[in-house]
């Protein structure tokens, strides 16, 4: 029977840990994007009037999906910020009991910062995408509204 080495072990528990990692990640930004279409969506609907209104002005859908482009990108910026805060806040926990109560067994983790540099650019990316994504996902809905129908109601 063959033993495996401690680093083996550790390993493999790395890799565990990243495909967990992956897959909730994958499931988060999969509900995320449908949570910002369907917010999308309602506030479409939500805001026909106001959307007739720009409409009957002189807005054009372009600038109509602008405003609404700008809007969802801030939403996405503040939450990016209040996701790294709290992410790193995790991580410091989990890094102070796993250094406090696994420090023998797992010595040779290490997380570096060039990894944390590289999930915040990630995630910043994502942030900008996102709001793109679910804008041009939605943009059927705005271009149905009638400003003439609408201003009758």
């Known amino acids: 029977m063959m ?3 401690e680093v083996g072990i550790i390993g493999e528990f790395s890799l565990f840990i990243q495909a967990i990692g992956f897959t909730l990640l994958f499931i988060t930004l999969t509900v995320a994007i ?3 279409l369907l917010n999308t969506l309602a506030s479409i609907s939500e805001r026909k009037n106001e959307i007739g209104v720009m409409k009957a002005v002189g807005y054009r859908n ?24 709290v992410s790193s806040l995790l991580f410091l926990g989990m890094r102070l009991i796993v250094t406090h109560f696994f420090s023998i067994h797992l010595q040779g983790l290490v997380i570096h910062g ?10 910043f990316i ?28």
């Open 3 to 5: 033993m495996k080495s």
């Open 34 to 36: 449908i949570s910002i």
């Open 62 to 85: 372009a600038d109509i999906i602008k405003l609404f482009l700008l809007e969802n990108t801030v939403v996405s910026a503040i939450s990016l910020l209040l996701s790294v805060t």
């Open 114 to 123: 060039s990894d944390v540099v590289n999930s915040i650019f990630v995630s």
């Open 126 to 153: 994502i942030v900008l995408i996102i709001p793109v994504f679910t804008m041009l996902l939605s943009m059927n809905k705005l271009f149905a509204i009638d400003a003439t129908h609408l201003t009758k109601e």
